[in-house]
Nanobody
């Protein structure tokens, strides 16, 4: 039982940065693993990053490790995705999602509506 709303997307030049936010409702926020995914037109939705229930453990797609950072703020019930050194191939709709267990994309039961990130060359 959690509702997610993404924000922070926009247009940025290659090499720039954006910080996405995922605001969660409910008092059970800490019970869920929260992940970020992205989907470009004509492509499958792919995993970006996740943060566990404690906020102390994170995982990233190998191709993105070192450029993206995921974190969570329990006081604000918000998960962030800091994106640095953005590239045109990062252009996609970015979604946050919550899972009771983590794992495969099918294990994420709650999804936000997405926020558009566009990176120009």
């Amino acid at each position: 039982q959690v509702q997610l709303v993404e924000s922070g997307g926009g247009l940025v030049q290659a090499g720039g940065s954006l910080r996405l936010s995922c605001a969660a409702s409910g008092r059970t926020f800490s019970n869920y693993v929260v992940g970020w995914f992205r989907q470009a037109p004509g492509k499958e939705r792919e995993f970006v990053a996740l943060v566990d229930r404690t906020g102390g453990n994170t995982f990233y797609a190998d191709s993105l490790k070192g450029r993206f950072t995921i974190s969570r703020d329990y006081a604000k019930s918000t998960v962030y995705l800091q994106m640095n050194n953005l590239k045109p191939e990062d252009t996609a709709v970015y979604y946050c999602a919550a899972s009771e267990t983590g794992g495969a994309i099918e294990d994420y039961s709650y999804w936000g509506q997405g926020t558009q990130v566009s990176v120009s060359s």
